[in-house]
């Protein structure tokens, strides 16, 4: 079945999405916060046979009106018109009146609800299985185990209750142990292993819930945090926006999640003196974007320095670049390649190629949509793949057409897969100088070219 869910408070639409899958064995939550992107979904998908599930199922938050250019009235009328059999539940927080705003709601469909929150988690599940099963005279038991999308272990990096993983109907392993902290890579490890949920017992739901509400793992002052501190911070925190960048846009909590980001990082930078120490602090890390992202955004930041072109706002712009650039990018082999010549790319198919290529386009569409994002943000990811040969992708730009902003970030972006290819061995940043001495000599290269020597110099010092 599929579902709709289309609320503006982040949190809470987590957890009524953790409560769905448990209600429902085999259902797709497509996840909005707003209706403006919940109707253009159900838009491209008008034409569509409804799935394999059966119909689609409508659930909004009442509030989010506040969130959406379109009246809740006006997306009642138009989603009914495309799936005139999708049951609407309304979940309302205040008060809302229906008979007012929703001429129609009781008519249209006859399993059509209003919830109101908050909802203990059994009568949530009542009121779903009973919009969506009307004739179900006795509802199964709860089942013993509660499965939780293993996104959500990156919120924190210590469980409030043992955690599971299922092996059968009846065999559950327990993989994290209550009160003991687990690290990035072993989430990532299970990822590998295309593990989609992890599993609590029922009696620990409870608990559960408000450690999702009340958990303050990302919160931290940079300041007082040591370099490992921050780092942990950066880990999971980078692995939970890319995720939801990529699942639904810039959620308050994406939003939220990339100002910490920039937050930790400074705190980074201004703890070590050393650029070169800093480097050596990402280097092998297991994953390859997060990594790079954070190398390019200290990099160009210490390259704005070097060309006394600093200042907050450019440093937040290309912060913003650094952690977004390659966010529609999901084959960390890929974002390695940084020309379309690159042999490499032969690896992979055709399709998967002719869309890395307009990743940096993707990517810009992506930041449009977002008027508090910098505009300047939207333009280096647009040309970040961009050279000064004027052979980059997407729209081979001769120099003179690039952005100065983007040049700094380019080098730094080249500079960064350069060491990684080297393995970031300390020699390798002179040979990779020479090399880039006999590009990066046309403007609006040549000045920021001519700052990374300080940066030679100042690691060699080091
Ligand atoms: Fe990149
Ligand atoms: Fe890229």
Redesign the pocket.
Known sequence: MDIIYIDHNDKQRQLHRIYLENILDECQVHEFFNLDEALAYLNQNKGKVESKFGFTFILVNSNTRENSKIELGDFFEKAHTIRPTAPFCLLDEEGFSVNNSLKNFNHYHPSNRVVTLPIAPADFRMTILRILYPDRMSLEATPAYQKIRLFNFFRFNKPHCNVYLKLSRLKYVKVFNEGVKYSRSDLEKLKLKDVEFLYIRNADFQKFQVSIFRNNFLEFDSQKATADELKEKLDFGHAMLSEIVRRLGFSEEAIELTQKSLAAIQGLIDKEESLDALIQEFRGGEDY?YD??YL?CIIASDLLKQMNWWSPERLEIISFASLL??VT?SNPKL?KV?SKDDPTLSQFDENEVKEYLLHPLEGFELISKYPFLPEKVGTIICQ?HENPEGTGFPSSLRPQNIDRLSAVFIIA?ELV?ALEKENYEGNSLEVILLDFSSRYNVSPFKEVFEALHFLNEKSVAS
């Open positions: 974007l790079h992202s390019c650039h390659d990018v974002a940084s970040h972006h897969n």
